[in-house]
């Protein structure tokens, strides 16, 4: 078990442009998760996968954002022409069925 | 809708000291109930859980959590406090809606151990 992994770990870009985050869950996990926290908040979910299907978006996710889980194991999470209101860490989290429990050190997103 | 409440922003406790984080929680049915601890730069790991049973639940590092239907609380408590314990400690609700079981988070305690 080696745990959630994300990639990378802090992302420094400027408005308008493009980002892509990845994770990697723990393996045969089937569940994936995405999550936002901004400064002095508790994560906020974006987004739901079960195996490759994404089955639930958040209100929070805006046409810019896109989630994909191709063939079930990573994900990545892409925001297109960033805003300063993008600026968060992202978490990502897996589990085996059942509830979010393993999450990931996150992608600290900051937007110059 | 499903709401968590962490009446505390922030708490200072001095080592070996008891603690408590309060969370309160609004859910229609039996609550799923999760707290979580978050230290600076890193993700959330979880402490303990309650789906059902014993309203007592004992979680790692020395925590347990008590639920109380009657007050929607499900408060955090350790009775001896360690440095290592400064850290942010988030509460949650699971929501099973629909096809997915999400996690809704309280806006978390910040703890700070004295010396």
């Known amino acids: 078990d080696t745990g959630v992994s994300q990639d990378p770990r802090h992302k420094i870009t400027k408005r308008g442009q493009n980002v892509t985050f990845r994770c990697d869950p723990i393996?045969?996990?089937?569940?994936l998760y995405w999550y936002r926290q901004t400064l002095g908040q508790g994560p906020e979910f974006l987004t739901y996968?079960?195996?490759?299907?994404?089955?639930?978006k958040s209100r929070l996710l805006s046409d810019r954002f896109s989630a994909e889980r191709p063939k079930g194991s990573f994900s990545t999470l892409e925001i297109q022409r960033t805003e300063q209101g993008d600026s968060a860490m992202y978490l990502c989290?897996?589990?085996?069925?059942?509830?979010?429990?393993?999450f990931g050190d996150g992608t600290r997103l900051s937007i110059l | 809708a499903q709401s968590v409440t962490q009446p505390d922003i922030h708490i200072t406790v001095s080592e070996g000291a008891s603690l408590e984080l309060r969370c309160n929680y609004s859910y229609g049915a039996t609550p799923y109930l999760f707290w979580y601890v978050q230290s600076p730069g890193q993700g959330l790991q979880l402490l303990l859980k309650?789906?059902?049973?014993?309203?007592l639940v004992q979680g790692i590092k020395g925590f347990e959590a008590e639920f109380k239907r009657s007050q929607s609380s499900f408060n955090l408590r350790k009775p001896s406090v360690h440095w290592s314990d400064a850290a942010e400690y988030f509460c949650?609700?699971?929501?099973?809606?629909?096809?997915?079981?999400?996690?809704?988070f309280g806006t978390g305690t910040l703890l700070a151990v004295q010396p």
């Open positions: 989290a897996s589990s085996f069925g059942g509830w979010p429990q393993h």
């Open positions: 393996s045969e996990h089937n569940r």
């Open positions: 309650y789906f059902s049973g014993d309203t």
């Open positions: 996968f079960q195996n490759e299907a994404q089955l639930e």
């Open positions: 949650a609700v699971g929501s099973a809606g629909g096809a997915t079981n999400k996690l809704i």
